[in-house]
């Protein structure tokens, strides 16, 4: 059974964590606890039944609120969050994105160009003075929603 759980946003993976000690020390019956990006502010956790979620969680000051969200959730309900979509069909020309790996990481970028075939993207740094393109590998920028 799988039981989401409300966070603190931002906090997702240091509940994953305390979790995850908690089962190795105590040997609670969870089987698995998962963060998905899309989902801010919520841990989905794989359990044999909720009063060992509850008993997980508590003492928890990351948890918010009851903490659990009423009723157990359907792996049919996670489908399209748990689905992975193609990284080059997810890239569009004038995307805004970050670049996440290699010398500019950290810095915000638009997509010029996508090379669907090798894999690349052309960029073009927003906060740079002088207006360069640069090609990576599309797997060194993640998009940022607008």
């Known amino acids: 059974m ?3 759980i409300r966070t603190t946003v931002g906090q997702e993976s240091l509940v994953v964590d305390i979790l995850a000690n908690r089962v190795q020390k105590e040997g609670l019956g969870i089987y698995s606890v998962a963060v998905i990006p899309n989902l801010k502010g919520y841990v989905l956790i794989e359990a044999d ?11 928890m000051p ?15 309900e996670l489908s399209s969050l748990l689905e992975a979509k193609p990284l080059m069909q997810s890239i569009k020309e004038g995307d805004k994105a970050e ?11 638009r997509i010029l160009r996508v090379n ?8 073009e740094l927003l ?5 360069i393109p640069l090609t990576t590998k599309a797997e060194s920028v993640r998009i940022i929603k607008e």
Do not use: D, H, W
Request: glycine share 10%; with cysteine; proline share 2%.
């Open 99 to 109: 670049l996440i790996s290699g010398p500019f990481k950290g810095e915000k970028c």
């Open 62 to 76: 990351q948890i918010k609120g009851r903490g659990m969200v009423e009723g157990e959730i359907k792996i049919e």
């Open 127 to 131: 906060e740079a003075a002088v207006k």
């Open 49 to 59: 039944n909720e009063l060992t979620v509850r008993r997980s969680l508590a003492n």
């Open 2 to 4: 799988i039981y989401a």
């Open 116 to 123: 669907e075939s090798k894999e690349e993207v052309t960029v």
